[in-house]
């Protein structure tokens, strides 16, 4: 069964400060993994799609990394503001069975 | 409407009542997705459609729960005789899928669900 982690569960920084957030699996057999924000109360918005053949994925402040084999992708946000304030949730595409597994979240506050 | 509708938005119900929850997917997405989030907890499975094939139900957590898909478009997810463990934010997703492939899966905003 494959198992999602993110660490640190949850985090302050200040706001200028460039956030780093990481999620491992366990199982390397993925077709992706996406990275969603999640504001309270509401819905998931999907940030970054990494496809398993790609090591990287870029979209303005964020940057996300892959490497499948050690089962681990990490999403960089610079220069926080605190609109980043939110949860962001880690969730990898199974191969065979079309579903997403989710990690628990990593809870960011930034401080103006 | 250009993204995956949910309503209710919030629903309180009472233990013991049934309760239906809908999912409009984006226009032309062949796949459905139900998930569960509870407090605490991060997203569960629930069901998977994929086009006219069987739905995956290999993640429904009981018999009191079901789901359709109509026209291959709107879907309802139905709890009967509601339990207070049934309380959670029950998330919809779509996404444009191409046989085995995960491609990239857009969320709604969630029904929140009470159970007093």
């Known amino acids: 069964k494959q198992e999602v982690t993110q660490i640190p569960a949850a985090l302050s920084v200040p706001e200028g400060e460039n956030l780093v957030l990481n999620c491992s699996f366990t199982?390397?057999?993925?077709?992706?993994l996406q990275w969603f924000r999640q504001d309270p109360g509401k819905g998931l918005t999907s940030l970054l799609l990494?496809?398993?053949?790609?090591r990287e994925q870029t979209s303005g402040r964020l940057n996300a990394s892959l490497d499948k084999s050690s089962g681990r992708s990490t999403l960089y946000i610079a220069a926080s503001q605190p609109g980043d304030s939110a949860t962001y949730l880690c969730?990898?595409?199974?191969?065979?069975?079309?579903?997403?597994?989710f990690g628990k979240g990593n809870q960011v506050v930034v401080i103006p | 409407g250009a993204g995956v509708s949910q309503s209710p938005s919030n629903k309180v119900t009472e233990k013991g009542k049934d309760v239906e929850l809908r999912c409009d997917p984006i226009s032309g997405h062949t796949a459905l997705y139900w998930y569960r989030q509870s407090l605490g907890q991060g997203l569960e499975f629930l069901i998977y459609?994929?086009?006219?094939?069987?739905?995956?139900k290999s993640g429904l957590p009981s018999d009191r729960f079901s789901a359709e898909r109509t026209g291959g478009s709107v879907s309802t997810l139905t709890i009967q005789r509601t339990q207070q463990e049934d309380s959670a934010v029950y998330l919809c997703?779509?996404?444009?899928?191409?046989?085995?492939?995960?491609?990239?899966?857009?969320f709604g905003q969630g029904t929140r669900l009470t159970v007093v």
């Open positions: 990494i496809q398993s053949s790609q």
């Open positions: 969730a990898v595409g199974l191969r065979g069975n079309n579903r997403l597994a």
């Open positions: 997703a779509s996404s444009l899928s191409r046989g085995k492939i995960v491609p990239e899966a857009f």
């Open positions: 199982d390397s057999a993925i077709y992706n």
């Open positions: 459609f994929q086009g006219n094939s069987a739905p995956d």
